[in-house]
């Protein structure tokens, strides 16, 4: 699965929120409402050459889809970052978050008990 940049990213979190939309409909959703509409067509359709992207169509208009779930797309992200920034380690990255304060011991708590559930 290849990176997106931050605007694919972003195109895609609309995608997914709306399931299939128009290239209207998805420049209706960016907060940043400067981007003109054949930059977004072109964004979505390198998300389609990267195969994030599917459409159906109806006469020369398109109605895009997401071909990649946000689930797999997370997965992919998540284990990328961890192998680039955290040498492979969950631990690591775990760790990082505790160090930062960014979770709590309850939340850690909670994910010791998913980790207990799944023996």
Known sequence: MEKL???EEEIMRILWQLKAA???EVIAEIPDAGLHYNTVSTIIR???EKGYVGHKAY??????H???SKEEYRKQFMNMATKKFFDS???SVVSFFAREEKISAAELREILDIIE???
């Not at 006469?59 to 895009?64: D, E, L, N, R, V």
Request: charged share 35%; net charge positive.
């Open 5 to 7: 940049t931050n605007k």
């Open 22 to 24: 128009f290239v209207k």
């Open 46 to 48: 390198n998300l389609e």
């Open 59 to 64: 006469g020369k208009t398109h109605q895009y």
């Open 66 to 68: 997401p071909l990649v």
């Open 89 to 91: 380690s969950y631990k």
């Open 117 to 119: 559930k799944k023996k």
